[in-house]
């Protein structure tokens, strides 16, 4: 099992420009997140899935866009970079019974000149 | 309204010593609560829980976490630190299937 993965790792986009991070996991799990990381502030929550279909806004939603077609992916759009969207974005998914842990995968590196 | 506080953004403790890293709590109804830690570079990994039940919960590597619901706190312990210990770690609470962190703490053990 890979658990979460994120693509890409790294990534500089200029100010406007768009791009689209994507997140899998192997797991089966239900529920999908994304988050982003500043020095500081801890993890805030972007959007979040809690299943196939569907999403829901998190703490800091504005300037991003999410898709769950499909129950192993989880993508973070950015329509219109601005600096203040530079970050490490992780992505995390956990199973609907017990737990309810989150697996995290390994981060996205995003610069925005 | 939830949140989670870490007061601390740094300890210091030596290789050896007992180590504690502080995290205190605001959830209405019964919390869930987490630690995880963050190594340089890598993504969260899960360290221990308290759902119910005893109020020592023991996790990985020898970390502990105390619940503590008259104080609000859930602190996070180990009797001997480790210089691999060495990382960021983040308390969290969950609620209607989100979760919410705290700011996080570097934890350095010197050797």
């Known amino acids: 099992n890979a658990g979460v993965t994120q693509t890409p790792k790294f990534r500089v986009l200029k100010t406007g420009q768009s791009m689209t991070l994507l997140c899998a996991q192997d797991?089966?799990?239900?529920?999908m997140y994304w988050y982003r990381q500043d020095p500081g502030m801890g993890l805030r929550l972007i959007h979040y899935?809690?299943?196939?279909?569907?999403?829901a806004k998190g703490e800091v939603p504005d300037g991003y866009n999410v898709s769950r077609l499909k129950k192993q992916n989880f993508l973070l759009g950015l329509e219109s970079a601005a600096p203040s969207q530079t970050s490490v974005y992780f992505c995390?998914?956990?199973?609907?019974?017990?737990?309810?842990?989150?697996?995290f995968g390994p981060g996205t590196r995003l610069t925005v000149l | 309204a939830q949140s989670v506080a870490q007061p601390e953004d740094q300890v210091n403790v030596a290789e050896g010593n007992p180590l504690t890293v502080k995290c205190t709590y605001s959830?209405?109804?019964?919390?869930?609560l987490f630690w995880y830690v963050q190594y340089p570079n890598r993504g969260l990994q899960f360290l221990l829980k308290?759902?119910?039940?005893?109020?020592l919960v023991k996790g990985s590597y020898g970390f502990e976490a105390e619940f503590n619901k008259s104080q609000t706190s859930f602190h996070l312990k180990k009797p001997s630190a480790l210089v691999s210990d060495s990382a960021l770690y983040f308390c969290?609470?969950?609620?209607?299937?989100?979760?919410?962190f705290g700011s996080g703490t570097k934890l350095n053990v010197k050797p």
């Open positions: 995390a998914s956990r199973q609907t019974a017990g737990g309810p842990e989150q697996f």
């Open positions: 797991m089966n799990h239900e529920y």
């Open positions: 899935s809690v299943g196939e279909g569907t999403t």
């Open positions: 959830v209405s109804g019964n919390p869930y």
């Open positions: 308290y759902i119910t039940g005893d109020n």
């Open positions: 969290a609470s969950y609620n209607f299937n989100k979760f919410y």
